[in-house]
């Protein structure tokens, strides 16, 4: 690997909460958000093909995720904090505009800082985009499991909404992704808080985002969690989006790094 593509570890400071991330490469900013209970690897699964392409790759924990400090208030896991935290990535980075690249709760916040700060956002990337208003009664199921018996206890709340077929990969898969993380009490905080907290108001929102978007979804018998009617709902309401899912009975895009990564180097390549 190159000098350029070598990650660059980043801390940034602010109310209370340390966020760590890494920046790679040189080109036009890509900012990587990933989703609830994982951390900065679990968006593009160390694939470096846009750094390869031309991109400088931004990646950060969010708060109580990874190896960022949990916030000092358990309550501070709103989206309001989350997007607060990304504004304070770009303005300490210099980065005045970016791609943004997120998954589920990334997704969220990417979408909410694109509605609030247009200004700062070139185009985005929304990876398996999760309903609003739904998921807080299992969001509490799986922090009681992960708070009661740690990783074992969030599996075995997990374990009876995926299907048979995809389970045993989805269930190590899971396992890895949460042993990352160095504060699985933090974990457990935002968990309850997330799914409460709101990004923007209605999907109908998305009818003032001004930038091209890419869409990633996922079939419903791999990834329950975010539905494909979700991603097909926002690429109705966006006035310029695309979506890409995966052919049936294969594994989702979202997770084979490679191969997301091509999609979104392709659609930046061809859009901006």
Not at 22 to 41: D, K, N, Y
Not at 60 to 77: F, I, T, V
Not at 191 to 216: G, H, I, N, Q
Request: charged share 30%; proline share 6%.
């Amino acid at each position: 690997m190159s000098a350029s593509t070598d990650p660059t570890p980043f801390e940034i400071r602010a109310d209370g909460v340390t966020v760590s991330g890494e920046t790679s490469g040189e080109g036009p900013p890509v900012v990587l958000l990933h989703g609830l209970t994982a951390s900065r690897r679990y968006v593009l699964l160390g694939s470096r093909l846009l750094e390869r392409r031309g991109h400088r790759l931004v990646a950060y924990d969010a708060r109580g995720h990874g190896q960022s400090s949990p916030a000092p208030d358990p309550a501070a896991y709103e989206y309001r904090d989350l997007m607060a935290d990304l504004a304070r990535v770009l303005d300490e980075l210099e980065i005045e505009r970016a791609v943004l690249a997120g998954s589920s709760m990334g997704a969220a916040t990417a979408m909410g800082v694109a509605l609030s700060r247009p200004e700062r956002v070139a185009a985005l990337v929304q990876i398996t985009p999760a309903a609003a208003a739904e998921g807080e009664a299992w969001g509490d199921a799986l922090a009681d499991g992960l708070e009661r018996d740690g990783v074992d206890g969030f599996l075995a709340a997990y374990h009876p909404a995926v299907g048979e077929r995809w389970r045993d990969v989805v269930m190590t898969f899971t396992r890895q992704r949460l042993e990352r993380n160095r504060h699985l009490d933090a974990v457990a905080d935002a968990l309850r808080v997330v799914p409460r907290s709101r990004a923007f108001d209605s999907l109908d929102d998305l009818r003032d985002v001004r930038v091209p978007t890419l869409v990633v979804g996922s079939r419903d018998e791999s990834d329950p969690g975010h539905p494909l009617a979700v991603a097909e709902s926002y690429v109705e309401r966006l006035p310029d989006a695309e979506l890409v899912v995966e052919e049936e009975s294969k594994a989702p895009l979202a997770w084979r790094g490679a191969q997301v990564s091509r999609a979104i180097a392709d659609f930046l390549e061809r859009r901006l």
